[in-house]
């Protein structure tokens, strides 16, 4: 499958797919190797995770969207989308099976950020202003502070509220906190 390299996102289309919730890996693993079957090996199967903590400060990873995978191709021909429906597991194309598009818009900027943090979104650093709101300094929430909807600051997890796929879609993303430097202005939540 591809790896996403410089240069790699502007000559690429991505689609959405809605897969059955927590099947989201097994489906990824069936659709990779049917499509490399089948001599299909210029679209990458994309499923976002994150890492977060436990309470006793152990790392894990979950999906980072459940139930969405996403394919990032040059183009998708009918043998291919055939290939993807008939996967186990699939569900639709996000917006609809008979009008398949590619993300475009605020859609396609939030997955494209998402992607130069890799595949496995890690810890973003942050710390609390003067007025309790958070600042993200580095990592994947960087540029999502206006779109914060919750702070667990016991769990150091941030629940990210975005308009997406025409839906308004929640996830979580875990932070470490840091000691803002002195001549650090805080941001202003975008």
């Not at 995770?49 to 009918?78: G, H, I, P, Q, W």
């Not at 597991?89 to 605020?106: A, C, D, E, T, W």
Request: aromatic fraction near 14%; proline fraction near 3%; charge should be positive.
């Amino acid at each position: 499958m591809l790896s996403c390299s410089p240069g790699f996102f502007g000559t690429m289309k991505y689609y959405c797919l809605m897969v059955k919730t927590r099947e989201e890996e097994k489906f990824k693993k069936l659709l990779e190797k049917r499509l490399l079957h089948a001599g299909k090996k210029d679209i990458d199967i994309i499923f976002f995770k994150k890492k977060l903590r436990t309470s006793k400060n152990v790392e894990y990873e979950s999906a980072l969207f459940k139930s969405y995978v996403f394919l990032a191709t040059k183009s998708l021909d009918l043998d291919s989308i055939w290939i993807v429906k008939r996967t186990e597991y699939f569900l639709r194309f996000l917006n609809s099976n008979r009008n398949i598009k590619p993300l475009y818009g605020q859609d396609l900027e939030y997955v494209e950020k998402l992607l130069t943090f890799g595949k496995t979104q890690g810890m973003s650093k942050a710390y609390f202003d003067e007025n309790m709101r958070i600042i993200v300094t580095e990592g994947p929430l960087k540029g999502f502070s206006g779109k914060i909807y919750k702070v667990n600051r016991r769990q150091q997890r941030v629940t990210v509220l975005l308009e997406m796929f025409h839906n308004s879609i929640k996830f979580d993303l875990g932070y470490d906190l840091v000691k803002p430097s002195s001549g650090q202005k805080p941001e202003e939540p975008s």
